[in-house]
T-cell receptor, first 116, second 112 residues
Framework: GAGVSQSPSNKVTEKGKDVELRCDPI?????LYWYRQSLGQGLEFLIY????????KSGLPSDRFSAERTGGSVSTLTIQRTQQEDSAVYLC??????????????FGPGTRLTVL | AQSVTQLGSHVSVSEGALVLLRCNYS??????LFWYVQYPNQGLQLLLK??????LVKGINGFEAEFKKSETSFHLTKPSAHMSDAAEYFC??????????FGTGTSLTVIP
């Protein structure tokens, strides 16, 4: 079976432009996470979706960041008016259930975003 | 609240030598603890996890980790390093709530 996929793998954009990053989780996984990984840093939690519940947006760094998950499957992370500090690798992960039950997260390969 | 601290952002070992990557955690509830590995230009892959069963956890590729509550530690070890072990290693904790908390990672270099 396919793992978590993300597109594009690389994105270069100019400061001030909007970008959309896509994540296709493993089929049947109800939990979906977005993380940001900056150079030399750990993974920064951004947002969490669980089934049809309201997402946990507590990690979004500013109102320029938003995400949605359509039909409980594909998710899109949108960054508006990108800034140079947004340059990072954006990782998506899915899990059969919530992480609070100690369930493994399955990660995609990430999207490397570069803001010029 | 939960958090993890990984001591040593870079670790170098000779091929065939012991690998020891350190992780200390903080958690107000019994934690679930994880080690993930990230190879260049790839996502994270689970090495092993502790979920309150056996305190010595064996994972893939010959790695293991021991949960020590008294020391709030979950160090990762491998008896004999292989060149293919060169990667970034992340410790993570989850407990209450929805989030995982990841450490800042340890880059392992294996010297031939």
């Amino acid at each position: 079976g396919a793992g978590v996929s993300q597109s594009p793998s690389n994105k270069v954009t100019e400061k001030g432009k909007d970008v959309e990053l896509r994540c296709d989780p493993i089929s049947g996984h109800t939990a979906l996470y977005w993380y940001r990984q900056s150079l030399g840093q750990g993974l920064e939690f951004l947002i969490y979706f669980q089934g049809n519940s309201a997402p946990d947006k507590s990690g979004l760094p500013s109102d320029r960041f938003s995400a949605e998950r359509t039909g409980g499957s594909v998710s899109t992370l949108t960054i508006q008016r990108t800034q140079q500090e947004d340059s990072a690798v954006y990782l998506c992960a899915s899990s059969p259930q919530s992480a609070s039950r100690g369930n493994e997260q399955f990660f995609g390969p990430g999207t490397r975003l570069t803001v010029l | 609240a939960q958090s993890v601290t990984q001591l040593g952002s870079h670790v170098s070992v000779s091929e065939g030598a012991l690998v020891l990557l350190r992780c200390n955690y903080s958690s107000s509830v019994p934690p679930y603890l994880f080690w993930y590995v990230q190879y260049p230009n790839q996502g994270l892959q689970l090495l092993l996890k502790y979920t309150s069963a056996a305190t010595l956890v064996k994972g893939i590729n010959g790695f293991e980790a021991e949960f020590k509550k008294s020391e709030t530690s979950f160090h990762l070890t491998k008896p004999s390093a292989h060149m293919s072990d060169a990667a970034e290693y992340f410790c993570a904790v989850s407990g209450t709530g929805n989030q995982f908390y990841f450490g800042t990672g340890t880059s392992l270099t294996v010297i031939p």
